[in-house]
Every structure is written in structure tokens, then in C-alpha cells.
């Protein structure tokens, strides 16, 4: 996705189907294998789309980043592959010296190889099929492995422990003791997933009244510690792919434990106080910039909430029942900003109460560019001299998709952007204008690239003062312009085909 990295890190993107054997990710010429089969298929689906993928992809990018500093050992991905292989031929002592070996190697590829992989094994509520009898053999195995595993396997055990032992009040309590000193021990960061376990050991805790005050304790504890999080390193608006992911995560945690103490409160006839849990949860709900880092909570939300992400609507639909209807519609205005997809939601409640007397249509187009910000103004021309000119294209819609022939996620994207674009040829759209951008090119590359696959969309040479134009640090990018002249990036992992229609119909 970067043209500027090692040749070598590139070859991760080389991938079509995520969990195809016949296109694994490569890495150092080496080639990543995910399972084939197994809890994680419900998730298979073309790269772009796949924040399994994506997630893979940042994570052993920046491996290969410091890889040419540290000269990490190459090592690590193909023990990552036998690791997994040994799991799906239920190996237990192969599967064991992998892992350890792994832990020995690197520990963010471990930790995204056991709390986002294998620890699906586990989450009975979106794998209704699955066999957790090897997978918790193989758990209290490497639960004994050496200390880097140890460290990282921790939260993951614990929680299953928790499970295991509802009835046993004494080792329920020296378990949970144990799990706050190890809160207190580590720092706040997405490591080892240690605040999504508190979570899921919290809500185990819960379904059983005798260790009720152990889980608030543990939940208070928690609470804090989300709190600090969201409210400190990790609470400014950032470039920085690791902290931006931080924050992410964190606030999606931060907006699930809201959601919890509120139907908590619900249950116990307490409008006022789970009024002001909702707010908080609709508050910490992913906005513009955690969507750009979607992959950080994404198996979050697959633990805690079945793959929902925001909690927006809970909190309009309290207002509702209020009769708040101002405030739920500003809610369900915030809701649709974030997904265009709720837009008949929101033009239904806006009708249905009356809100106001300005036309829904004139209402969501300003709420819309008030988040925004102005585009630049550029004149550009494509490969067949045709020329865009911003100034005469205002009063459109304008999609541009930066891309380049070295990024395999581009190149997998476009039949489906050929698509569109042929779409909005044939069906004679005219307030939607689409032209791509190839960046860090060479023309003779791009035209016998497209020559090749048939292609027609435009295509013009993006310099670097373009693409600094439009701030694009990853690719694919697409960004859109309102009608208005304001921009926005579309989040990746979004279905940008449909986000672009919804908005341009409405």
C-alpha cells in the first residue's frame, strides 16, 4: 500500500480472497497462511472489505518496517503458518512449539495471531458451530509455554478460567484479584486486548448473582482504566497509525461499558443515570477518525456486541420514548453522518416528528458539509486530454480514487470501480462526476495497465503536490466531494459504491 517501503513488505498486499490457500499474504517471500476453515469463515470476503485482511496487512507492514531496521528474524511468518496449520490438523504439540517460537520472534504478530484468531475459538456467541475442545487443550498448553507467551496468552486464559469455575467462589476470587494486578502492571495499550477481556470477564462474572460484587469491583476497575485512556494519550485527533488505532479501540470499549451500566440502570427503573450512560456511549461511539482505524475494534465488537459498532441509535430511541424529539434527531443526524446507510432512518423520524420546517433534503445536506472541509481547487487532464477542471465540475459530486499498479489491494478493487463507473455511464448519472488518480506511477505503466484489463474509467497522473492535496497517506483512497465544494475521505472497509450512491441520491 506504500510505494516507498522494501519491495519485499509490498508483497503482503498480494492477496485476493483473505482466507484462500491459493492466495495467502506474502511477506519477505514468505508466504502468511490464514485457516481455511474453522470459526473465523463467516468472515471471508474479498480484501478490501475484510478488516481481517487490512488488519494483517498494518501489522506486518510495520514488522517490515523495523525489520530492515532490527533485522527481525523472517522466521516469524512462517511460524505464524505452521501455527495455524498445526491447529487445523489439531496437532497440540506442534501448534505449542509454533507459538512459542512466535512469542520469541514477535509480539504484536503473536498477539494479533491468538486474541484476534484464535481466540474466536472461544466466542460461542458468533460461531454457533464451534469446537472449543482442542482449542482449550491448546490454550492451557500455552498458557505454560515461555514467558512472552505467557504474557500474551494471560487475559485470554483467564477469561476461560473465569468460565470454568462460576461454582468455586475461592479460586472465582483469587482469579479476578490476580486479573486487577495485572491491569494495574500494564500499560494502556491495545497489547495483549487486556481491557476487551475485563469486558467479556465481566459479563461472565454477571450471569451468575453470587459474584456480582466481584464483577462490579472488576468493572469499576476497568471503567477507570477506559476512562484514562479515552480521556489521555489516546484522546487527540491523530495522524499516527498507532495511537489512532489506540484511540479507536479505547473508545469503542469506552462506548460499550456506557451501553452496559445503562441497561443496567434501565433494569433497575433508573431513567436519569442510564439517560447519561447512553450519552456517554452514543459520545465514545466510533467517529470519522477511529472508522479510518475500523480494524482496532472490529473484534471488539465481534466479542462484546455480535459485530455492532456503534451505539448512537440506543440512545435517539431513549429520547423518543422521552419525547425528546430534538435531541434524538441531532443523535440520529450523528448516527447517519457515520453511516450514510441510516439515512432513511433518519428522514423517517425527521418527517415523522416534525422536526422542523425546512425541507429534510435542505437539513442533511448542511448537517453534512458542516463536518466537512473545502476542497481545493485543481485542474487536471487524463490520459485521453480530458480535462477536469474543479471550477466548471462544482455543483457535482466528485469521487476520486487514488491508486497505483504496485498496490494489490488497488488493483484487486478495480473491476468492481469499473464497474461503477460504467453504471453511472449507462444510467446517464450526470451529478456524479469519477476520475482516478495513479500515484507514484509512470504513465507508460498505467496505460499498458489499463490497455491490458480493458479499463476506461479515467485516469489521470497524480503528482505529489495532488496527492498531498487530498492528504492521502494509504491506498487505495477514495475521497468525495460534495456538491457544495467540501471533502471527505471514505473510510476503508466501507462499501464506498454504496456509501457514494446514498449520498448522491439524497
Not at 128 to 152: E, M, W
Not at 343 to 356: A, E, G, H, N, V
Not at 476 to 496: A, D, E, S
Request: proline share 5%.
Amino acid at each position: 500500500m506504500y510505494p516507498h517501503v522494501d519491495t519485499k513488505v509490498r508483497g503482503i498486499a498480494q492477496i485476493m480472497d483473505f482466507w484462500s490457500p491459493a492466495h495467502p499474504i506474502k511477506y519477505a517471500g514468505i508466504r502468511i497462511h490464514l485457516p481455511t476453515k474453522g470459526p473465523l469463515t463467516t468472515y471471508s470476503q474479498p480484501f478490501m472489505n475484510n478488516p481481517y485482511t487490512i488488519f494483517v496487512f498494518f501489522i506486518l507492514l510495520a514488522i517490515g518496517s523495523r525489520a530492515q531496521a532490527q533485522s527481525l528474524p523472517m522466521q516469524a511468518a512462517t511460524h505464524f503458518n505452521q501455527f495455524q496449520e498445526a491447529v487445523g490438523h489439531k496437532k497440540l504439540d506442534s501448534a505449542s512449539y509454533y507459538a512459542n517460537q512466535l512469542a520469541l520472534e514477535n509480539t504484536d504478530l503473536l498477539n494479533f495471531l491468538l486474541h484476534d484468531t484464535f481466540a474466536h475459538s472461544f466466542n460461542t456467541a458468533a460461531n454457533l458451530l464451534a469446537d472449543t475442545t482442542f482449542a482449550r487443550q491448546l490454550l492451557r498448553k500455552l498458557y505454560t509455554g515461555n514467558q512472552a507467551l505467557q504474557r500474551s496468552i494471560y487475559p485470554l486464559y483467564q477469561w476461560q478460567e473465569i468460565r470454568a469455575s462460576l461454582n468455586d467462589s475461592l479460586k472465582l476470587n483469587r482469579l479476578v484479584a490476580g486479573f486487577l494486578v495485572a491491569q494495574e502492571r500494564t500499560d494502556e495499550t491495545i497489547g495483549n486486548r487486556l481491557d476487551r477481556y475485563a469486558l467479556l470477564i465481566y459479563r461472565t462474572l454477571k450471569s451468575n448473582p453470587k459474584s456480582a460484587v466481584l464483577a462490579d469491583t472488576l468493572f469499576a476497575h476497568t471503567y477507570r482504566r477506559l476512562e484514562h485512556a479515552v480521556n489521555g494519550f489516546y484522546y487527540p485527533q491523530t495522524d499516527d497509525r498507532n495511537q489512532r488505532s489506540g484511540r479507536a479501540y479505547f473508545r469503542y470499549l469506552m462506548a460499550y461499558a456506557n451501553l452496559v451500566k445503562a441497561n443496567e440502570r434501565l433494569s433497575q427503573q433508573n431513567p436519569t443515570q442510564a439517560e447519561s450512560y447512553l450519552q456517554l456511549a452514543s459520545q465514545f461511539s466510533p467517529d470519522d477518525t477511529d472508522r479510518m482505524a475500523h480494524v482496532a475494534y472490529f473484534h471488539e465488537a465481534s466479542f462484546l456486541q455480535n459485530g455492532r459498532e456503534d451505539f448512537h441509535e440506543d440512545y435517539a430511541r431513549f429520547l423518543l420514548d422521552k419525547g425528546d424529539t430534538t435531541q434524538a434527531v441531532n443523535v440520529l443526524t450523528e448516527l447517519t453522518l457515520a453511516d450514510p446507510g441510516n439515512l432513511p432512518l433518519l428522514k423517517t423520524y425527521y418527517q415523522k416528528i416534525r422536526f422542523s420546517s425546512m425541507p429534510f433534503q435542505t437539513y442533511w445536506t448542511k448537517k453534512l458539509n458542516e463536518k466537512l472541509k473545502p476542497a481545493e481547487p485543481f485542474r487536471l487532464t487524463d490520459l485521453t486530454n480530458q480535462v477536469f477542471n474543479y471550477e466548471t465540475l462544482r455543483g457535482k459530486w466528485i469521487l476520486i480514487d487514488f491508486w497505483g499498479t504496485w498496490c494489490q489491494p488497488c488493483v484487486e478493487e478495480l473491476p468492481r470501480f469499473q464497474t461503477f463507473y460504467s453504471d453511472l455511464q449507462k444510467n446517464g448519472l450526470s451529478n456524479v462526476v469519477v476520475f482516478t488518480a495513479a500515484s507514484h506511477d509512470t504513465e507508460v505503466r498505467v496505460r499498458e495497465f489499463m490497455k491490458k484489463h480493458g479499463y476506461t474509467f479515467p485516469v489521470i497522473m497524480a503528482d505529489d503536490a495532488f496527492i498531498k492535496q487530498f492528504r492521502v497517506g494509504e491506498y487505495p483512497t477514495k475521497v468525495l466531494i460534495t456538491p457544495q465544494g467540501n471533502r471527505m475521505k471514505i473510510p476503508p472497509g466501507t462499501n464506498w459504491a454504496e456509501r457514494v450512491t446514498i449520498l448522491s441520491q439524497n
